[in-house]
Each structure stands twice: as C-alpha cells, then as structure tokens.
C-alpha cells in the first residue's frame, strides 16, 4: 500500500481519545477529569511545537559546549504558560490538577525533548516527596516556592537528592538500604542538624532554589534514621560541586551537591517522625509511573522522526515509507508506544486509587479542590485551615491507614510501568535509527539525540533490573498473595 | 593463519596498542568534544605513522592485520579507526577500478581518502547527481556524512548518473577542485574524533577520468570494496565491546550493593554473560570475515547480526555502571555511542540482512 502523505498530514496528531481510550471511557464517568487531562495535553502540545521543538538541539550544543547553561528562556516560558503549578493544590497557588494530568502532560513535553522535560517536570519527584512525610507545612512551602514564583515570571526551582556516590540502588529500595554504604549523616545538633557529605547525579542541583535532602542521623541504621530536610542553596556549609557531563538529556544539569557542616534548623525537618519505608514506596510508586511516560515519549519522539524520515527520503530509488520493512519497523513502533503509554495509563490510574496521588488530588482534599472556588480556596481562612496540625495529623493517619496491598499495587504498577515504558523506549530509538541510516547519525536531525535521551530513563528511579525485582516483590508476591488471601 | 602471519598480527597489536595507550588516552577529551574543540597536534601524523591506512583488502592476510590495528585502536577510540577504514576502502575503490596512481600525492592527512562510511554500498540515492558535459563530468548536490573529508585530499562517492537514476558512478573528487566544497565538521553520535562534513558540489566540473568506472562496475566495485572490509569494520566493534566489557567487570568487582559485590548479584552476572557472549560474537566474526572461507549469504548475515549484538552489549554496559555508565567518565558512555555508530557501518543491518537472503536464494538454497 502506497504511503499518501496528504493523508497523512491531515490526521498526523492523534486525539485525545485516540492516545487515552481508557481515559476517554472513563471520562464519561468523570468528565471532569477527562476535561482537565485535555487541556494539559493541548497545552502541553502547543509548548512543545513552540518552544520546546525549537530550541532543543541549541540548548544541547550550548550545554556541551558549557555544562553549567541553563535554558532560562524555556524555564521562563514554561513559567508563563504554568506548568510548574500544576498538580500544585489550588490552596498554595496551583491549578489543582491531578499527578496523573501531570504526566499526560510530560509525555508530550518528553516527545518534543527528554532534557527539558525532565528540567521542566523533576520538581513533581520533590513534591511528591515532601507530600509523602504528610508534612503539611513543607507541602505548603516548597509549593509556593513554585507558584509564587511561577507568578513573578520565574520559579523558584525544587531538586531532590537521594543518589549518594557509593549508593545509587540501595537508596531506592528499603531492603537495600539497610546494607548500603552512606556517606551522607545529618547529626543532631543544638537547635538543629549539620549534614554532611555528598549527593550526586542531582537532576536541577546546580539551579534549583531549595533541595529535598534525604539524609540518616545514624548512616549505620539508615532505615530507623533517615529524614527528609529542606534545604536552601544559601544554607552556610552548602554548595554545588561539579555539574556532570551525561551522555545525554543534557538541558537538564545533574550535579554533585557538597554538605560540609551544613547547619539546617530544626524547622527544616520535614515530619518529626524518620521517613518509614512506606513514605519511600510511596514516592517511587508516583514517580516510577511518571518515568514510565517518559518511556512512551522517547518512544513516539523516535517514531515521529522516523516516519517524517521514511515519508521524505528514498533508499534504491524507492520511498522509504514504500517499503514493506519500514512499513513493519514502524508497524512495531506505533504499537510500542501504545503498549508503553497503555501501561503508564495503569499505573497512574493505580496510584489514583491505592498510591500517593489519591492522598494528594483524592479523598477530601481533592473534593475540595474539584467544588470550591479558586477565590475561597486561596484564601487566609481555608489556608489556616488545611495548613494546621490537625490537617497534618491526619494526612500521617491517612498514610499510616493505607493498607500495604494498596502500596504494593501502586508500587508493582509504577515499576512495570518504568521498565516496561523505558524499554520499549529505547526499542523504538534502536528501530528509528534503523529507518534513518547516516541522518540518524548526525546531531542536527536530531533523531541520534532521542537514543541518548532515553538511555538515561533506563538507569534513574531505580535501575530497570531493580524495578523488575520490584514487579516480582510487590507484584508477583506480595499483592496477589494478599488479594487472594481476602485482605481488601 | 600460519606463525609468521600470527607474529604479524601481535606486532600490529602491541603497535596499535602502545599508541592508543600513549596518544588516544592523553587527547581523550579532545576526541570526545571534537568538534567543539581541535584535535591535538600529531595526533593524525601519529595514526598515520603506524601505517594501518597502507594496509589493502585484496590479500586476507592484510585485511587481518587491519582488522587487528583498529579492534586495539577502538577500545580506546573507534573514531581513528573509522577515518583509517574510510581511507582503506576508498583506496581498494581506486586499486580495482585501476586509478591508484590518481590518489592525492600530498603528504600527511592530505594524503587521506574520504568516504560516507555509513552509506549502503553503491547506492547513494540522496548523494550527488552526475552528467556528462564533453570531455567533462559536472556533479551537483549533496554527499552526506562523508567520513575524514575535512582532513581529506579527495573523496570516492557514488553519484547518480543525471541520465539514468538508478544507475551508481563511482567517483574520485578532488575536495579543492572548484565547485566543490566541504561543510563544517558534523557532531556526529559516535566516533567522534573522525573530521566528518558533508561534501557540497555546486556544478563541479572535473575531468571525465574522475569517473572512476561505468554504470554497471560502479556498484560492483563498491559492494566488493565493502566486502573485503566487513571485517576490519567489525574488529572496531569488538575493540569498542571489548572496552565497554572491561570497564563493566571492574565496576562490578569494585561497587557494592545491598552488602555484596555487584558482580555475586545473578542480574549482574546475566548482564555480564550477555556481553561475553556479544564480545564473542563480535571478535570471532571480525576474524572469520577477514577471511574468505563464508558463502556470501552467511558473511552478509553474521555481519549484520554481530553490529546489531555489539551496540545491545554496550548498552548494558552503560546499564551496569547505573548513572555513572551515563557520565562521561567511565568512557561506557563514548562505548554505547561508537557501537551504535559501527553498526551502521558500511550501511543499514536490515539491508544487510535483506541482502543475505538474496544472497542466500541466489547461492541455491533449498534446491
């Protein structure tokens, strides 16, 4: 069958319904929320072709050139067009949207470029953390430093480190941590701590405002010990050390974050009691779903090229797209990224019902956020209100409630969802690279960039050979042993 | 291979090494960040004076010997390899088309052949057109990815004739004739370190001998040159699988994870397995297409699939170094990309592997 690019041109993007059958059906259910992830994505779109498409390969050269640039003008834009308030609630200034809106949105964004997507959406891994110490108070300072400077025209930028220089798996897992060899210790001390030690690989280090900082107070029981602390990039005894040079999603700086006698107050605890493990789970079991996205997104951006290379570009005489070889490559390609975003769907649904997302945008505080006015959930009164001791003592009761199957569930989805996302990303790089021949090659096709891009998706959040274990742990035996054993 | 040929073949090992070890490691950063930054100063009269770009690939004993000089040359760079391959292949052009003595005669790099490595063999669909005017050929339009063309006297490329599209010319082009023109060194994914620019040919007028042979041998000289180099195009993915290996079974014995070494981990030694097994197919298969004993169909077929397994072994490379695979310090990162590169080495692997079939029905299979 020949290729008709008129055809084609004419219903190149997919609708929403086409991307998120699922969604789609379940929007007649809850309209609201099909309406919202609409917008995201049409949003998300728009940023794409106008900014995002256009400045990805220079924000790379500049970056090799000079590892330290920071992409201000796309920080910028995306400040303008309020993607770093989105699953903000509405009370700290954001728009309320749901983590899974979120993520809609990053698989477009990741589609346009890995590298400033991530610069654009890690702060969501910061915010999730800080949510899952059910710490009210922080929940509500490092959300306004986003929207409050989202509004000024620039945000105040979030990381967080956990990543240490001899510690990379074992800080993402609860079991492995009890053996891991840290070099990072927060030690008590009058009206406060001093951290010391190093983090390393820190996505937006080097320019974010305030750092989620996940420290022990005894590096030799880290399980018991470890706290979150919020700390500022003035704190005395902080700075950032080398900014790394990574094999790719170069727009977004990962560096090396040095704590020497770094004194933070009390007040930059987050909780009072140590991070439990569930706190941890709960985290990744978001964020790993998130990365998922990414993988579909790695997947369609090298789909997306391809096939624009196959429509204009001859082999033997003969349009690429005309081949059956091509015509299969990108068969597999399209059902890659069906399969990757089918699967990222699952887990962020999952985590709507059993993970973090449902204490953060469900229950109560999401009820609220969907029927009250913005004007009323702005203002002092309600503000009070949910920022209280009460409000944090019941989000730690929620979280301390939520029964282990439920974290399990969400966990087990959100690992399948990264592997399988991550890898059936890097699959379709390979396939286009293929198509391509020598223009996939050169940097300025910008078809190379997206393998390197998605390389790192593979490795972050857990490597995918951690989350597999984790699929088997959570998923395969736990979950199932304890659904069918009646507990829910 | 007999003793002497052995003995030969160390020589060239330990040469190659030595200068990859005291030249290529030093002006490791340059490499990586060339273009954005020059290559150092005797690096290519270096390469040039191990004297592997003399070496041909009509005798199977030299194609060793090459095969050799670039596997030991790309475990610590595979880009120096690329430009010696390009230049070899472009000079097993001329040597079959009877036009070695039209080689460029100037000294140093300017000696050197380019040549769109990366190109399937005897296509070049997208490459420059040519027509007959008088005495002379005139070309236009763009040859792609043309490796070592910034450093380059000439370049042998294969233009489409104007009056018949699907018919290849070979062509030697002088790269300062007028009309022709050489762009900016590329940011290329791998082998970065071999100066590769486009060639821009602007109603080049060069004398009719510049065709280097008619439309039915042009194909035919090109795919045979490509032939007789698969593998020494191969030994530069096995020295770059051999690097990442190495690197990867340091790291393993050095780190420790949830208390043990990550090597006592079973995913770890899968990973590992897996790439013994690549590396084994990579370096056997780079040997046995130096020589001449496979049919076609099978030389086609083990080409393609040992380039495909050689760019999945370095991929798990980078995965078992976690996130330091992925910085530039560990050097797994510049593996996972000259693999990549490799593999579209002398063109698409599906096209190779479509070509193995044909090669295969042609050869009489199954009758």
Redo the contacts between chains.
């Keep these: 069958m020949k290729f008709d690019p008129d055809a084609f041109a004419a219903g190149a993007e997919q609708s929403f319904a086409q991307m998120y059958p699922v969604l789609a059906a379940l929007g007649q259910h809850r309209p609201r929320m099909l309406a919202d992830y609409e917008r995201v994505l049409a949003d998300a779109r728009r940023f794409r072709r106008e900014h995002l498409e256009p400045s990805a390969l220079r924000v790379e050269l500049e970056v090799r050139r000079n590892p330290e640039y920071v992409a201000e003008d796309i920080i910028c834009a995306a400040s303008t067009a309020g993607f770093f308030g989105t699953m903000i609630p509405k009370t700290f200034g954001g728009a309320g949207l749901s983590f899974g809106a979120m993520i809609v949105g990053l698989e477009e964004l990741g589609a346009g470029c890995l590298g400033l997507s991530n610069l654009l959406g890690v702060h969501g891994l910061a915010i999730a953390t800080v949510s899952a110490t059910g710490d009210i108070e922080g929940m509500e300072k490092v959300c306004r430093l986003l929207t409050e400077g989202e509004r000024r025209g620039r945000p105040n930028l979030l990381s967080t480190a956990i990543t240490e220089p001899t510690a990379g798996t074992d800080v993402e897992d609860v079991d492995l941590l009890r053996k891991a060899r840290l070099v990072c210790e927060a030690t008590p001390v009058r009206g406060g701590y001093k951290l010391n030690g190093r983090k390393v690989f820190i996505s937006n280090g080097s320019i974010a405002h305030t750092h989620v900082v996940i420290m022990p107070t005894d590096k030799k029981n880290p399980v018991e010990t470890t706290f979150a602390f919020l700390v500022e990039s003035t704190a005395p005894g902080f700075r950032v050390g080398r900014v790394e040079r990574k094999l790719g999603q170069k727009a977004c700086p990962a560096a090396e974050l040095v704590f020497e006698d770094c004194f933070v107050p009390e007040t930059a605890r987050l909780n009072s009691k140590a991070l439990p493990g569930r706190a941890i789970e709960l985290v990744l079991g978001a964020t790993r779903g998130g990365v998922g996205a990414w993988g579909a997104a790695a997947a369609r951006g090298a789909y997306e090229r391809a096939l624009l290379h196959a429509r204009t570009h001859k082999v033997s005489g003969r349009w690429l797209i005309d081949e059956q070889w091509v015509q299969i490559k990108l068969a597999n390609m399209w059902k890659n990224v069906a399969l990757a975003r089918a699967l990222y769907v699952e887990a962020m649904l999952s985590n709507e019902l059993f993970g973090l997302s449902q204490l953060v945008s469900g229950g109560a505080m999401g009820a609220l956020q969907q029927r009250l006015p913005r004007a009323v959930l702005e203002s002092q009164a309600l503000r009070k209100l949910v920022v209280s001791r009460r409000t944090r003592e019941a989000l730690q009761g929620q979280i301390a409630a939520m029964e282990e199957w439920e974290v399990d569930t969400a966990s087990a989805w959100g690992s399948a969802s990264k592997v399988a996302g991550t890898d059936l990303g890097m699959e379709n790089c390979h396939l286009a690279l293929e198509i391509c021949g020598t223009a996939g090659l050169r940097h300025d096709r910008g078809i190379e960039k997206i393998y390197r891009d998605a390389k790192l998706l593979q490795i972050y959040e857990g490597t995918n050979q951690l989350n597999r274990l984790e699929v088997f742990h959570r998923g395969v035996l736990r979950a199932t042993a304890r659904r069918s054993g009646g507990a829910a | 291979m007999n003793q002497q040929q052995r003995s030969e073949v160390t020589i060239v090992r330990q040469t190659a090494a030595r200068f990859a070890r005291d030249v290529l490691v030093p002006a490791r950063h340059a490499l990586l960040?060339h273009p954005?930054e020059a290559l150092p100063a005797g690096l290519l009269d270096g390469l040039l004076g191990l004297g592997l770009h003399e070496l041909g690939l009509e005798e199977e004993g030299e194609r060793a010997l090459l095969g050799a000089g670039l596997e030991e040359l790309s475990r610590v760079a595979a880009a120096p390899a690329s430009l010696v391959l390009a230049h070899v292949i472009a000079r097993e052009c001329l040597r079959q088309t009877g036009a070695l003595e039209r080689a460029p005669a100037a000294e140093g790099a300017g000696a050197l052949l380019a040549l769109?490595l990366?190109?399937?063999p005897g296509?070049g669909?997208?490459g420059p057109s040519l027509r007959q005017d008088g005495a002379a050929i005139v070309l236009d339009g763009i040859a792609?990815?043309v490796v070592g063309a910034p450093l380059a006297g000439a370049a042998v490329l294969v233009a489409r004739d104007a009056g018949d599209?699907?018919r290849p010319a070979l062509v030697l082009a002088p790269l300062d004739a007028p009309g022709v023109s050489v762009g900016p060194a590329?940011?290329?994914?791998?082998m970065r370190g071999a100066p590769t620019a486009d060639v821009r040919f602007s109603k080049a007028r060069l004398p009719a001998t510049a065709r280097l042979a008619g439309a039915t041998e042009s194909g035919v000289v090109a795919r045979d040159a490509a032939r007789r180099a698969r593998g020494p195009a191969l030994a530069i993915a096995a020295g770059v699988v051999e690097a990442s290996l190495r690197t990867a079974t340091e790291y393993a014995r050095e780190?420790?994870?949830?208390?043990?070494q990550i090597v006592d981990h079973q995913?770890?030694r899968a990973?590992l397995a897996g790439m013994v097994e690549d590396l084994a197919l990579c370096a056997e298969a780079a040997e046995l297409l130096c020589g001449d004993a496979l049919a076609e169909s099978r030389a086609l077929a083990l080409f393609a699939r040992a380039k495909r397994r050689a760019?999945h072994a370095t991929?798990d490379g980078?995965?078992l170094l976690?996130?330091?695979?992925?910085?530039?310090?560990y050097d797994q990162?510049r593996c996972?990309?000259d693999a990549?590169?490799a593999?579209?080495l002398l063109?698409?692997?599906?096209?190779a592997a479509?070509a193995a079939t044909e090669a295969w029905l042609a050869e009489g299979a199954g009758s």
């Design positions: 960040h954005d769109p990366y190109a399937e296509l669909d997208e792609e990815l599209r699907e590329l940011l290329t994914l791998g780190r420790y994870q949830g208390g043990k995913e770890v990973l760019a991929c980078v995965q976690g996130g330091n695979g992925y910085m530039e310090d990162e996972l990309r990549k590169q593999q579209a063109g698409r692997t599906d096209l479509q």
